[in-house]
C-alpha cells in the first residue's frame, strides 16, 4: 500500500491558495500510485490520438504521390479530394479528434483520481 | 489619404488604450499582470489565445499564401490549426497544473535547474523576436497601401511600424495580462467579423467556391516577377513535383516539392507548443481542465477561421484579374490582373466590395491581428525578463511593484529592437523570394520554437527520467540546428533537399528528442521527482478550485448545485 502524500507535499495547490501563514486552503490531495496509473493511462491514449493524427495529416500530402485521382481527380464541384481535405476536411477532422482525446482524458481523470470517498472520509467511516 | 479609414483606425487606436487603462492591475502584483489573476474563463481564454495566434501571418498571411501558390499555401493554414492538437494531447493541462509564469519558469523549476530556466531564457527570446518583427513587417505593409504617407519624416512603412508598436506597448505596459487578455477576446471576435464579412460579400457577387477552383485549375498558375530595372511581369510557376510542368492552384507543387510540403507541416505543428505566448496563456486558466477545454476551444475557432482564410485567399485570385479591368486604383497595385503583393489581397478585397469603409475595416483587421500578437509577445517576454532573470537572478529580494516595472521595462526595450529590425527591412525586396513574407517569417518562429523548445517541453512533462543538464543539451541542439539549418537554406535555394533547410523542425526536433533522452540516461533526476510528479499530473489543485468554485456558488445563491 503506498501511502497518501499529505498535502503539502502533494504540491498541488498554487502559491495562491494558501494562507499567509503558509498552509494550504484545501482537503485534497492525489495518491502518488493513483497518479502514476492515470499519467500511464493518459499518456498511451494521447501518443495513440497522436499517430492517428500524424497518420491521417500526412496522408493528405502523401496520397498525391501515389494516386493520381487523389490531385487530378474532381469531388465537389472542380475541386480535387486533396483540396477537399487540405480546405474543410482535416479542419472537421481536428475538431472531432479534440473533442474525443478531451473527453477520454476528463473521464479518466475523473475516474482514477479524487474518487468521491476522499472527498467525504465521514461517509467511509473515517475518523474525522 | 482615406480619411473614413484613419478616423476608424485612430478609433480603434482610442478603444484599445482605453480598455487598458479601465482594466489595469489595481495592485502591483506580478500574478495580475502577467497572469490576470488565473481567472480567466474558458471561452474568453479561447477568444484571447485566437487573438494572440492569428497574427498578421493568419490574417493576411494565409490568403496571401493561397493567392500566390494555391494549395501549397493551404498548408499553412493547415498547419497552424493542427498545431493544436499536440498542445490539447501533450502540454495544456500539465503544464497549467504545475502553474508557473512562463515556459522557462516552467522547465526551472520542473527539472529544479536555474541553468535550464537561462537557457530557455534565451530561446523563448529569440523566438519573440523572430515572431515579432513580421508583425511589425505587416503593419508596415498595411499602414503603407492605407494612408499612403508617413510622418515625423518617416516613410508611410516605418510609420506604420513605429504607430502600431507604440501603441500596443502602451497597452502592454498600462493594462498587462488583464486587459491584454480582453483585448485580445475583443481583436479576435473583430478579425472573424471582417472573414465572414469578406465571405458573404464575395458569394453575394457571384463567387462559386468549387467552380471558382475548377476554373484556376484550367490555366498555368503565374505571378508577378520584377526584374533588376524594376519591370514587372508575369512568370509561370513550374511544378515542383512534376518536373518542368507549369503548376496550377489546385495541385500541390506550386511552392513546393514532396519533401517541402511535409517539412512546412510538420515546423507548423511541432511549433505552435513552444510558442511562448501562446503557452504562457493556459497558466491564466483557472484549471488543468478548463485549460483542456480551451484548447478544444480553440481548435473549433481556429478551424472556422482557417478554412475562411483558405476560401477567401482563393476568392482573391478568381476575383481581382475582372476588378482590376473595373478599377483604376488597381492599376499601380497589379501586373496583368495579378497582385505585385500578395498580402494586399484581403485589403483589395474590402476595397472592391466597400469602398473605402471596406478597406478600413480591413485594414483595421490587419493592424488589430497584428497589435493583439505584438501584446501577447510582449507580455511574454516580460514574463521572462521581468521575472524569469529579474526576479529570481538579478534581485531576488524584489518587490511586487518593482518586478511589475521591470516587466514594463522589458516590454519597452523588446518592442523598440523589433520595430528597429522590421523597419530595416523592406518587404518588396524579399516579395520575389519568397510566397508570403509575413508567413513565411512566422515560419521562422515557428521552426525555431518547435526545434528547440517543443520536444523538450513534451518529455520533460510526459517522461520522468528528463534531467536538467539533457534539456539545456536538447534546447541548444535544436536551437542551433535550426538556426543553422536557415543560414545554409538562404544560401543554397528552397529547391529538392535544401526546402528542408528553410523549415528545419523535421530534422532539428528529433535530434534535440534524441540528445534529451541520451544525455538524460548519463545523468540524474531532480531530487524530489515524487512531488513535482503529482503536482504535474494530479488534479488535487482542480478539484480544490471547483470545490471552492462551489462553495461560492452556494454562498451567493443560498443552494448547493444537487439541490433542486
Redesign the interface.
Known amino acids: 500500500m503506498v501511502p497518501a502524500?499529505p498535502?503539502s507535499?502533494?504540491?498541488?495547490?498554487?502559491?495562491?491558495?494558501r494562507d499567509p501563514a503558509g498552509f494550504e486552503?484545501?482537503d485534497?490531495?492525489?495518491m502518488?500510485a493513483e497518479?502514476?496509473a492515470?499519467?500511464r493511462t493518459?499518456?498511451r491514449a494521447?501518443f495513440g490520438?497522436?499517430a492517428l493524427?500524424v497518420v491521417v495529416?500526412?496522408a493528405?500530402?502523401?496520397l498525391?504521390?501515389a494516386l493520381d485521382w487523389w490531385?487530378?481527380g474532381?469531388l465537389?464541384?472542380?475541386?480535387?479530394p486533396?483540396?477537399v481535405m487540405?480546405?474543410?476536411g482535416?479542419?472537421?477532422f481536428?475538431?472531432v479528434?479534440?473533442?474525443a482525446?478531451?473527453t477520454l482524458?476528463?473521464a479518466v481523470?475523473d475516474r482514477m483520481?479524487?474518487g468521491p470517498e476522499r472527498?467525504h472520509p465521514e461517509q467511509r467511516g473515517d475518523a474525522p | 489619404m482615406i480619411t473614413a479609414s484613419i478616423i476608424g483606425l485612430a478609433a480603434l487606436l482610442l478603444v484599445v488604450l482605453g480598455i487598458a487603462l479601465v482594466l489595469q492591475p489595481r495592485g502591483a502584483s506580478t500574478l495580475d499582470f502577467y497572469l490576470a489573476g488565473r481567472r480567466v474563463g474558458v471561452v474568453t481564454n479561447a477568444c484571447a489565445i485566437c487573438g494572440d495566434y492569428f497574427s498578421a501571418a493568419s490574417f493576411l498571411g494565409v490568403a496571401a499564401a493561397v493567392y500566390v501558390s494555391g494549395l501549397d499555401g493551404v498548408w499553412y493554414a493547415t498547419g497552424f490549426a493542427a498545431g493544436f492538437i499536440p498542445v490539447l494531447l501533450f502540454v495544456a493541462a500539465p503544464l497549467r497544473r504545475f502553474g508557473e509564469f512562463s515556459i522557462p519558469d516552467f522547465l526551472g523549476r520542473r527539472l529544479t535547474s536555474d541553468r535550464v530556466r537561462l537557457t530557455a531564457v534565451c530561446v523563448v527570446q529569440l523566438i519573440i523576436l523572430s515572431y515579432l518583427v513580421p508583425q511589425a513587417v505587416g503593419s508596415g505593409i498595411t499602414w503603407e497601401l492605407l494612408v499612403g504617407h508617413g510622418m515625423a519624416g518617416l516613410s508611410p512603412y516605418a510609420t506604420g511600424v513605429a504607430v502600431s508598436t507604440a501603441a500596443i506597448t502602451a497597452l502592454v505596459a498600462l493594462g498587462g495580462m488583464r486587459g491584454t487578455t480582453w483585448t485580445q477576446a475583443v481583436q479576435f471576435l473583430v478579425l472573424l467579423c471582417a472573414f465572414i464579412w469578406l465571405t458573404v460579400a464575395a458569394i453575394g457577387s457571384g463567387f462559386h467556391y468549387p467552380e471558382a477552383v475548377d476554373r484556376l485549375n484550367e490555366q498555368p498558375l503565374t505571378n508577378p516577377t520584377a526584374t533588376e530595372e524594376g519591370q514587372w511581369h508575369l512568370e509561370t510557376e513550374r511544378d515542383r513535383i512534376d518536373g518542368e510542368d507549369p503548376a496550377t492552384f489546385g495541385e500541390p507543387g506550386a511552392r513546393y516539392g514532396s519533401l517541402g510540403q511535409f517539412a512546412l507541416i510538420i515546423t507548423l505543428i511541432m511549433g505552435t507548443a513552444g510558442l511562448p505566448h501562446i503557452m504562457n496563456r493556459y497558466f491564466t486558466s483557472p484549471t488543468g481542465l478548463a485549460a483542456r477545454m480551451t484548447t478544444v476551444w480553440v481548435l473549433g475557432l481556429a478551424s472556422l477561421f482557417y478554412a475562411l482564410a483558405v476560401l477567401l485567399g482563393t476568392a482573391a485570385r478568381s476575383l481581382i484579374p475582372d476588378a482590376a479591368a473595373e478599377h483604376a486604383w488597381m492599376e499601380e497595385l497589379t501586373v496583368g490582373g495579378v497582385l505585385k503583393v500578395p498580402e494586399h489581397a484581403l485589403l483589395v478585397l474590402g476595397r472592391v466590395y466597400g469602398g473605402e469603409i471596406g478597406l478600413g475595416f480591413i485594414a483595421s483587421g490587419a493592424l488589430i491581428a497584428v497589435m493583439s500578437t505584438i501584446a501577447g509577445l510582449l507580455l511574454a517576454s516580460a514574463a521572462s525578463w521581468g521575472h524569469d532573470v529579474y526576479e529570481r537572478h538579478i534581485n531576488p529580494h524584489a518587490s511586487q511593484r518593482q518586478a511589475v516595472w521591470a516587466g514594463r521595462g522589458a516590454v519597452v526595450l523588446v518592442a523598440v529592437l523589433s520595430a528597429a529590425v522590421a523597419v530595416g527591412l523592406r518587404p518588396d525586396s524579399l516579395t520575389a523570394l519568397l510566397p508570403s513574407i509575413v508567413a513565411t517569417m512566422v515560419t521562422w518562429a515557428f521552426a525555431l520554437a518547435g526545434s528547440a523548445l517543443t520536444p523538450v517541453f513534451i518529455l520533460t512533462i510526459w517522461w520522468r527520467r528528463t534531467t536538467a543538464p539533457a534539456a539545456i543539451a536538447g534546447m541548444i541542439t535544436g536551437a542551433v540546428t535550426a538556426i543553422t539549418m536557415f543560414a545554409l537554406g538562404t544560401v543554397y535555394g528552397d529547391a529538392g533537399l535544401s526546402e528542408m533547410l528553410l523549415t528545419p523542425t523535421i530534422v532539428a526536433a528529433p535530434l534535440s528528442a534524441v540528445v534529451t533522452v541520451v544525455v538524460s540516461r548519463f545523468t540524474t533526476t531532480p531530487a524530489e521527482l515524487d512531488r513535482l510528479w503529482l503536482k504535474l499530473h494530479g488534479t488535487a489543485a482542480d478539484r480544490h478550485t471547483l470545490r471552492l468554485a462551489r462553495l461560492t456558488i452556494t454562498g451567493v445563491t443560498g443552494r448547493s448545485k444537487e439541490e433542486p
Open positions: 502524500v498535502p507535499d502533494a504540491g498541488s495547490p498554487p502559491p495562491e491558495d486552503l484545501t485534497e490531495y492525489d502518488p497518479v502514476d492515470t499519467f493518459l499518456r494521447a490520438y497522436f493524427f495529416v500526412a493528405v500530402p502523401g498525391t504521390l490531385s487530378q474532381r465537389v464541384g472542380g475541386m480535387s486533396s483540396f487540405a480546405a474543410f482535416l479542419y472537421v481536428f475538431f479528434l479534440a473533442v482525446a478531451a482524458a476528463n481523470e483520481l479524487g472527498d
